[in-house]
C-alpha cells in the first residue's frame, strides 16, 4: 500500500518554516518600498529650501551637507515634516526589526501608526519641533546632535503624533555609521522602551523561539532543520543580493552567527530587566514622590472613597437588585473591592455601591494619563480599524461631510485624529476629563479640546454640533441619562448621536464571569442593555437609525481575560500604591508572565475566531447606536428618572 504523500511532514516544523518563509518574503518586499534619497539638486537646477528644517542626529553621527541638501529637497517634494533617515550601512538585525514594525507602504498614510526610525538621524520641520516641544536652543538649523539612539527613537515616536499624515522614511546612500557591536542589554532594554515595546516580554519570547527552533532542528529531522536554517538565513535572505538598497556592514556575520547573536542579546536583556525597575532616572525620582503621595493617601484607607449602597435601580428605580460579580481593581491592582450589581426588571447593571467624585480620581489616576498614560496611547493607537468603522457608519446617513463633530470622551483624541481620514473636511473637537485632551489640541488630532465634565459644558455649547460621539464613555458616567441630555442639548435640530458600549448581555459576560475585561472595575460605573438606552434616546426626541452588534464587537474576551488574571497573580512590581517591590518579587512577576506568553498566543487564536463569528452572527461584547434628533421637545433633562 502507497503511504500518503505527506505522511513524513513534520507539520510543526512545517508551519513554522511557511510563517519564517513568510516573514522573510514580506520584509524584503517592505525594504523595496523605503525610498532612496537622489541626490541633491545642483545649482542649475535650483537649490532645495533649507530654512525651517532641523536634522537631528544621534552621538557620533555625522551628516554631510549634500545628504541633508537632498532630504530637504525630498520632504518638500513629498509633502513631509519629519523624515527618518536610514544609514545605507544599517545594522542588519536593526533593519530587520524595523522592517517587522513598519510597513513603508502604508506608514505615511495610518495617522496612528507609531513612529519608528533607525535612530540615527531624522529631519524636522522647526514648526513640528515647537509644537511638541522640543527644546533646540543654541543649536543651527543643519543639526542638532549628541543624542542616544533610544533617545532620538522615543523623539520619532513623539513627532509622527505631531506630523500624523506627513512623516515618512529614505535610506541616504551617503549616510555610514560603520561596523558596530551588539549593544549592551540595559542599552537594548532602553531602546525597545523607547519605542513602546516591553523589553522584558520580547527577551522572553526571543528565547521560546530560538528553544523552540533548537527542538524542531534536533527532533523533527530536515524539516526541522530546513525551518531553523531559514532563520539561520534571513538576515542575507532579506538584505543580501546585488540591487539591495542596504548594504549592513555586519551582513556576513550577522548571517553566520545569528543564533548565538540573539540568544546573547535576549539573555543580556532579560538580565537587565531583572536587574533594574522599569523607571530609572529622572522617571525614577518621580516614581519616587508618586510612591510618598499614594502612601499618604493611602494611610486613610479606601472605604471613603465608596458611597453608600443605594437599594433600587437607577435606571428603572426597581428594588429587585442582585450581585452579577464581585472582583478586586484588576487593571491597576490598587487596593479596594468593588460589586456590580444587575436589576432583574430592566438588566441593567451598575456599580453598587459607586464611587465617589474622590474615588474616581483616585482609581483613573495614572491610567489614562501619568505613569499609564503611554500605555493607554498604545492601546488607542491600535484601534485604528475601529475608529474608522465608527466614523464609516454615518456614510448611509447623510449626504454632506458634518461640518463640526464633538467626540465626548475622548481621551488622547485618537478617534478624531483616524476619523480625519474619512471625514477631512469636518472639524473635530474633543472633550475629557483628563489632561490628554490639551495633548491632542497640541497635536492638532482635535480642533479644540474641552476639559471638564460633559454637562458643564450643556450651555456653553448648545446647538453648536452636527454630530456628538460618546464611544465607551456611557459606561464611565456617574449619570448616563443626565449625559444623553447634554447630548440632545448640544447637538444642532436633525444632528446625530453616535454612541459605542460594552453590551453586559453578551455571552462571554456569563462565560468568563470576573475575569470578562468589558466588566473593567472600578472605572465602568453603568452597563446597559440595548433596549434600555433604544428607550432613552427616545424619550429625548431621537430616532434610532442604526444598531451594530457584530461590526462592533471588540476582539478582547479572551486575551483580556489572560491578562486580568496575569495582573491578578502577578501585579507589577514597581507599582507606586503597593510596598518597595524586591528583587525577588521582580523575578517572580516575571516568570509569572513569561509563562503565560503561550496562554496569550492561545487567547489570542481565539478571540480571532470569536470575533469571525461576532462578525457572522451580529453578536458580540459592544453595540453601536446611531440616532438622529428629530424632536427638540424631549424629555426635560431629569425628567424620566
Given at each position: 500500500m502507497t503511504p500518503p504523500p505527506f505522511h513524513r511532514v513534520r507539520w510543526t516544523s512545517a508551519l513554522t518554516l511557511a510563517a519564517l518563509g513568510a516573514g522573510t518574503v514580506r520584509a524584503r518586499r517592505r525594504l523595496r518600498t523605503i525610498p532612496v534619497l537622489p541626490a541633491p539638486p545642483t545649482a542649475a537646477e535650483g537649490l532645495p529650501r533649507a530654512a525651517g528644517w532641523?536634522?537631528?542626529?544621534a552621538r557620533g553621527v555625522e551628516v554631510n551637507p549634500a545628504t541633508f541638501l537632498a532630504a530637504c529637497a525630498h520632504a518638500d517634494r513629498e509633502g513631509l515634516r519629519v523624515l527618518d533617515l536610514l544609514p545605507a550601512d544599517l545594522g542588519a538585525e536593526r533593519a530587520l526589526g524595523l522592517l517587522r514594525l513598519v510597513d513603508p507602504a502604508g506608514y505615511r498614510q495610518?495617522?496612528?501608526?507609531?513612529g519608528r526610525g533607525a535612530g540615527y538621524a531624522v529631519l524636522v520641520a522647526e514648526e513640528v519641533l515647537a509644537r511638541a516641544g522640543v527644546d533646540l536652543a543654541g543649536s543651527g538649523p543643519g543639526g542638532a546632535g549628541g543624542r542616544e539612539p533610544a533617545d532620538l527613537l522615543a523623539l520619532i515616536r513623539r513627532l509622527k503624533e505631531y506630523a500624523a499624515d506627513s512623516t515618512g522614511m529614505a535610506i541616504a546612500p551617503a549616510l555610514s555609521v560603520g561596523r558596530s557591536g551588539d549593544p549592551a542589554g540595559p542599552v537594548r532594554a532602553a531602546e525597545l522602551r523607547a519605542q513602546g515595546l516591553p523589553p522584558g516580554v520580547l527577551a522572553g519570547a526571543q528565547l521560546a523561539g530560538l528553544a523552540a527552533l533548537a527542538g524542531l532542528a534536533g527532533r523533527q529531522g530536515r524539516w526541522g532543520a530546513a525551518a531553523a536554517g531559514l532563520y539561520w538565513l534571513q538576515p542575507y535572505l532579506v538584505l543580501g543580493g546585488s540591487g539591495a538598497p542596504l548594504r549592513p556592514a555586519d551582513l556576513p556575520g550577522a548571517t553566520v552567527i545569528r543564533p548565538a547573536r540573539s540568544l546573547g542579546a535576549a539573555v543580556r536583556t532579560a538580565a537587565a530587566v531583572l536587574r533594574t525597575p522599569a523607571e530609572d532616572g529622572a522617571d525614577a525620582g518621580a516614581g519616587a514622590g508618586r510612591a510618598a503621595a499614594y502612601r499618604t493617601e493611602l494611610a486613610f484607607g479606601t472605604e471613603r472613597f465608596l458611597e453608600p449602597r443605594r437599594t433600587d435601580c437607577p435606571w428603572c428605580g426597581s428594588r429587585r437588585l442582585?450581585?452579577?460579580v464581585r472582583v478586586p481593581d484588576l487593571l491597576q491592582g490598587k487596593p479596594g473591592r468593588f460589586t456590580l450589581e444587575q436589576c432583574a426588571d430592566c438588566r441593567h447593571v451598575f456599580q453598587n455601591p459607586r464611587l465617589t467624585p474622590d474615588g474616581l480620581e483616585f482609581y483613573y489616576r495614572d491610567f489614562y494619563d501619568g505613569r499609564g498614560g503611554e500605555g493607554a496611547g498604545t492601546?488607542?493607537?491600535?484601534?485604528?480599524?475601529?475608529y474608522r468603522a465608527r466614523a464609516e457608519m454615518l456614510r448611509p446617513h447623510t449626504v454632506d461631510a458634518p461640518a463640526s463633530w464633538l467626540d465626548v470622551g475622548t481621551g488622547h483624541g485618537h478617534f478624531c485624529n483616524?476619523?480625519?481620514a474619512v471625514w477631512p473636511d469636518t472639524r473635530f473637537d474633543g472633550l475629557d476629563m483628563g489632561d490628554g485632551v490639551g495633548g491632542a489640541e497640541r497635536r492638532g488630532w482635535v480642533e479644540t479640546g474641552f476639559q471638564g465634565q460633559f454637562p458643564e459644558f450643556a450651555e456653553k455649547l448648545a446647538g453648536r454640533y452636527e454630530v456628538v460621539s460618546m464611544y465607551h464613555y456611557l459606561e464611565h458616567t456617574r449619570d448616563p441619562l443626565t449625559e444623553l441630555d447634554t447630548a440632545a442639548a448640544v447637538l444642532a435640530p436633525g444632528g446625530f448621536l453616535a454612541i459605542e458600549?460594552?453590551?453586559?448581555?453578551?455571552?462571554?459576560?456569563r462565560l468568563l464571569g470576573s475575569a470578562w475585561l468589558p466588566w473593567f472595575q472600578p472605572q465602568h460605573q453603568h452597563l446597559m442593555p440595548v433596549s434600555n438606552l433604544r428607550g432613552a434616546l427616545a424619550d429625548r426626541g431621537f430616532t434610532v437609525l442604526a444598531e451594530e452588534?457584530?461590526?462592533?464587537h471588540q476582539g478582547n474576551d479572551f486575551f483580556g481575560a489572560v491578562a486580568l488574571t496575569t495582573t491578578r497573580l502577578a501585579p507589577d512590581p514597581d507599582r507606586p500604591w503597593a510596598p518597595p517591590a524586591t528583587r525577588r518579587g521582580r523575578a517572580l512577576a516575571h516568570a509569572v508572565r513569561a509563562a503565560a506568553l503561550p496562554c496569550f498566543a492561545g487567547a489570542a487564536a481565539l478571540d480571532a475566531l470569536r470575533t469571525a463569528v461576532a462578525r457572522r452572527t451580529d453578536g458580540g461584547n459592544a453595540y453601536r447606536l446611531l440616532a438622529r434628533l428629530d424632536d427638540r421637545r424631549g424629555a426635560a433633562p431629569g425628567e424620566d428618572r
Open positions: 532641523r536634522l537631528l542626529t495610518d495617522r496612528l501608526a507609531e442582585s450581585v452579577r492601546v488607542f493607537g491600535r484601534l485604528g480599524d475601529s483616524a476619523a480625519r458600549l460594552p453590551d453586559p448581555e453578551s455571552r462571554m459576560a452588534h457584530g461590526p462592533a
